[in-house]
Each structure stands twice: as C-alpha cells, then as structure tokens.
C-alpha cells in the first residue's frame, strides 16, 4: 500500500449500505511534521544581538533566525535586508505579545538590558514560546523566582546565556575537578573584568540593571562555584568602589572584590571591573593547580595543570552557535536544559549577598 503512487489509489471499504470511497488526500493526510530546526526570535538589537548572536545562527544546526523584536523602525529594515526576515515574523514592544499567534516563533530569546528579564520573560512564556534568557537573569532572587514560575506554569522551559557551561575548555577542567583527578579543590581566585569607557550604556545606569557585578561579576561568581564544584555558604567580605565617580554614580559599582567561602573552609577570591582587563581563574587542588586564562572570553581560553594543557581552539561566535544548538536539542529532544533557570537564580542571590555584605562590612550567611 505504501509502494502504491497517491495519485493512482481510491480506496474502497465495504460498508453496511455500500461502498465508501475515499479520496487518496484522505488517505494519505500526513500527521503534523515534527520540528527539526527551531525558529528563534531575538528580542533587543543591539551588540550582542547584531555582532554574536545574529551570525551565530547562521552557523547552527538546530535552530535558525525566524524573527525579531525591536522599537527601532530602521533596525527592523535594516535587519529585515540583511537576513531576509518576513514583515510578520518582525514585533515591536507594543504588539510583542501577537507572536504568541505565529508558528515561526519557537524561541523567544531575550538580550535586552537586565532590568527588562523578568517582564519579557514571563511575557514570551505567557505567549506560550521557550524561553532563553540572557545574563544576568534578573536584578533580584524574587524576580528571578516569578520567571522560573512563569516558565514552569506555562510547561515552557527556561535556559539562560552561559555560554562558558558549552564551552570545550571550560566542561574539561571542570571534569578534572568533578572527578578529583587532581584531589579536592583548596581555594580558587577568579577574576573578570575590561576597561569599559562608555559613559551612557545601560551598564552605567543603576535603574537598568548597571554595575560590574550583574555583568562580568557573574563570571567571577561562576568562575569560583564551577571551580569548587560546590555551592558557597557565606560571602566573608565584599567591598565595592570607583575611580570614575562621575562615570559610576551614587555607589554604582565599576569594580568588586569579595571573598566568598564554600563547605569544608575552602575560600573563593573573585574580583570583577569595568576599569582594568583581567581574565583568569586559578583553581589548586591538592595534587596541582589548573589555570584557565583567558577564563572568559568569547575564544582563546588556554588552560594548564599538572594532567597537560587544555586548550580546544575555535572562531568566534562557535561559543553562542554551541549554546543555541544545546538549548534548541535539549528542547526538541523533551531532555532538561543544561543551563536552567535555577542555575541563574543561584548567581543572583550571591549578587544580592556580595552587595549586602559590602554595603554592611558584615559577613552574610548564604
């Protein structure tokens, strides 16, 4: 039956009164095709967007650029031109809620500043699309909370942008410490940070979620939790300061320090900034040290231990092509994502901590 040409077949079937006959589109009504590319819809156009994320899908496997969401008119066209966007498949923020309607849309990605995550968010799961979110994921635990639970009461899943837990270099030295090849782990020091010398991007504005620690300082959080492979229990110390004043202001931080320690004594110092360029993360263990520099960056990262070098080369933007290809077969698959909500949630709440023990000078229990 199957060998058969559609167009040659009627089928018969007897029936009490007669014969039924059956065109051959019913018979071979196909069931509705499973996915095997996700349509990904980028909220927020700007560098990262446009520089990473953008050529990112051009080089994946599992998921391409569907649609966009921007207020800027002539970032839509010029967009539209470059990647050949339908007019549908394009939002702005007033009709963004409409894509819930378009069947293009899988994955609404939201790369917008901090203090927009949760309202998108929970807004791109209530319009019934999966949901990635860019770091970091929200100003506060709570916020990060009511997204998790938007996500969770819609059945949509929730990934966030760590790109580095994708990443060759950083999964082998963390297999090195996992698996105690080098004994446990004694104390890390991590550092993240560049010379930013904008004066007016969001990074400098407190209200939308500026200061290093929310930006680079979570890689220095995720430097000393991935490299302790444990969860910390107190921040020791913390302080926060700026030698641009006119630049960071009212306590905005351009760089942190802060001591965070972890079960069984083992202390973690990170430091982050956006005044000077740092990159490193040194983890020593009981038989060595493994030291990751560039620890960071979008490529580069070079690491050493006593087991040899570690060292998987590749072109920018693989990292971002690797994360979106992961998220998007975690999600076709039905398979949980490798970096879910709750592991963004974690890094917000030491945020909170380091700002409340610099704030105080007081040790803050986790």
């Known amino acids: 039956m199957n060998t058969i040409s559609r167009r040659r077949v009627i089928k018969t079937i007897a029936t009490g009164s007669g014969i039924l006959l059956l065109s051959p ?68 923020y007033q009709n963004f809620d409409s894509i819930a309607n378009n069947p293009d849309i899988d994955v609404i990605y939201v790369v917008l ?35 998790i639970a938007a996500c969770r009461s819609n059945k949509k899943s929730l990934a ?26 004694t104390k890390i020091n991590c550092a993240a940070g560049y010379r930013d010398n904008r004066t007016d991007h969001w990074k400098q504005k407190k209200e939308m979620g500026g200061g290093v620690l929310y930006d680079m300082g979570v890689y220095a959080i995720q430097g000393a939790r991935l490299g302790a492979n444990m969860e910390p229990v107190a921040i020791v110390q913390a302080q926060t300061s700026t030698t ?12 942190t320090i802060a001591t965070l320690e972890f079960p069984g004594g083992v202390l973690a110092e990170i430091k982050t900034s ?25 490529n580069g990262q070079n690491g050493t231990s006593p087991l040899g070098t570690i060292n998987h080369p590749y072109n920018v933007p693989y990292q971002q092509a690797k994360q979106m290809d992961d998220d998007a077969l975690s999600i076709l698959n039905k398979k949980p994502m490798l970096v879910p909500g709750e592991e963004g949630l974690r890094d917000i709440r030491i945020v909170e901590a380091i700002y409340r023990s610099a704030a105080t000078k007081q040790r803050v229990s986790l």
């Not at 901090?114 to 929200?138: D, F, L, Q, T």
């Not at 641009?244 to 760089?255: A, Q, S, W």
Request: proline letters at 7%; charged letters at 25%.
């Open 25 to 92: 589109k019913s018979i071979f009504a196909s069931p509705p095709r499973f996915k095997d590319k996700l349509g990904i819809a980028l909220v927020g156009l700007g560098y990262y967007s446009t520089d990473l994320l953008a050529p990112a899908l051009q080089q994946t496997k599992h998921c391409y650029l569907a649609g966009i969401v921007t207020g800027t008119p002539a970032k839509a066209e010029a967009w539209k031109q470059k990647y050949n966007i339908p007019d549908k498949n394009i939002y702005n």
């Open 244 to 255: 641009r004043p006119e630049i960071y202001k009212n306590g905005l931080d351009e760089t």
């Open 160 to 185: 966030i942008g760590y790109r580095l837990h994708h990443e060759p270099n950083t999964q082998e030295w963390r297999g090195i410490i996992k698996e105690k090849k080098l004994g446990r782990v």
């Open 274 to 298: 956006f005044g000077e360029n740092i990159n490193f993360n040194n983890i020593t263990c009981e038989k060595g040290e493994i030291k990751i520099q560039p620890y960071s960056a979008y």
């Open 113 to 147: 500043p901090p203090s927009m995550h949760k309202e998108y968010v929970i807004r791109a799961a209530n319009a019934g699309k999966e949901v990635w979110c860019e770091k970091p994921m929200a100003l506060t635990e709570a916020e990060c909370k009511a997204m």
